[in-house]
């Protein structure tokens, strides 16, 4: 496992999900609603980055 190489992969969805969060604060209903879908993805991306390390601790 190449712990720089996941950990350099998690920054930018993780960047983009703080953004995300901080544009949340006196966003417009609709604003939220398109920040929410963009949070949901990149915590989706993130989710996916990590799912073979789950494979990976199954398999030791």
Do not use: C, K
Not at 10 to 38: F, K
């Amino acid at each position: 496992m190449n712990l720089p190489r996941l950990a350099h992969d998690i920054r930018s969805p993780l960047a983009r999900a703080r953004t995300m969060v901080l544009l949340l604060d006196g966003a417009t209903p609709a604003e939220m609603a398109e920040y929410r879908e963009l949070l949901l993805d990149a915590l989706e991306d993130i989710e996916q980055i990590l799912r073979p390390l789950d494979n990976a601790e199954d398999q030791i």
